[in-house]
């Protein structure tokens, strides 16, 4: 079974819009974290985002914020105002377990395309 | 400039070539990963290293064959590969006694086995 699901194998949003990217997770570990990364074109993964099972409010960071619904195991990345620089692939990866367990695990990811 | 150099960008060997492909992290972190990503699929964890002891495996071909001197360089060493092994390489380092230290990657080594 995946770990880490994104349904979405594109999105397109126009230009200063918001845009949600859905990511779904399943772990039966109480201690987890979930990360969101960009892949632009060029191909190096740029890390934008962490949200930890302990963490009592929604991670936001500038233009991002992760809207985490713990009960659902939902963990959806929110983009404000885009930019044509966020069109990129976006991966949504989880860590399990306690601290020193290494491993991320990705989703297969979601296009985005920001239109002018 | 990013904090993991991966070099070269591109490579393209023959079934039959030996290369190697290096990465070097200037952050400080002790755990290095290679990830193998192919079209339409997640990336795959190919290999980990933390504090320069191979901790991960995951099911790799033994084509394909990590060397970790160090905290910093981590290599892949790669012989008699296969068209399907064709795919961007990425390598990551991380800071492993942190739980929410993400991972940082590299610009990746595309492959092309022919």
């Known amino acids: 079974a995946q770990k880490i699901t994104q349904t979405q194998p594109g999105m397109f949003v126009q230009e200063k819009e918001a845009v949600t990217l859905d990511c779904t997770y399943d772990?039966?570990?109480?201690?987890?974290?979930l990360f969101w990364y960009k892949q632009p074109s060029s191909g190096e993964m740029i890390f934008l985002i962490y949200?930890?099972?302990?963490?009592?409010q929604n991670a936001t960071e500038g233009r991002y914020s992760l809207n985490f619904q713990k009960a659902r195991k939902s963990a959806n990345l929110v983009i404000s105002a885009s930019q044509l620089g966020d069109s990129a692939m976006y991966f949504c990866?989880?860590?399990?377990?306690?601290?020193?367990?290494?491993?991320?695990?990705f989703g297969k990811g979601t296009k985005l395309t920001v239109n002018p | 400039e990013t904090g993991v150099t991966q070099t070269p960008r591109h490579l393209v060997m023959g079934m039959t070539n030996k290369k190697s492909l290096k990465c070097e992290q200037h952050?400080?972190?002790?755990?290095m990963y290679w990830y193998k990503q192919s079209a339409k699929k997640p990336l795959e964890l190919m290999f980990v290293?933390?504090?320069?002891?191979?901790?991960e495996n995951n099911s790799v071909p033994s084509r394909f064959s990590p060397e970790c001197p160090n905290s910093s360089h981590l290599f892949l060493h790669l012989h008699t590969l296969q068209p399907e092994d064709s795919a961007l390489y990425l390598c990551?380092?991380?800071?492993?006694?942190?739980?929410?230290?993400?991972?940082?990657f590299g610009n990746g080594t595309r492959l092309t086995v022919t």
């Open positions: 990866a989880m860590r399990e377990g306690p601290g020193g367990s290494e491993k991320l695990v």
């Open positions: 952050l400080g972190h002790n755990a």
């Open positions: 990551a380092s991380s800071q492993p006694t942190e739980y929410n230290s993400p991972l940082h």
């Open positions: 772990t039966s570990d109480p201690s987890y974290g």
């Open positions: 290293y933390n504090f320069k002891e191979q901790t």
């Open positions: 949200q930890g099972s302990y963490d009592q």
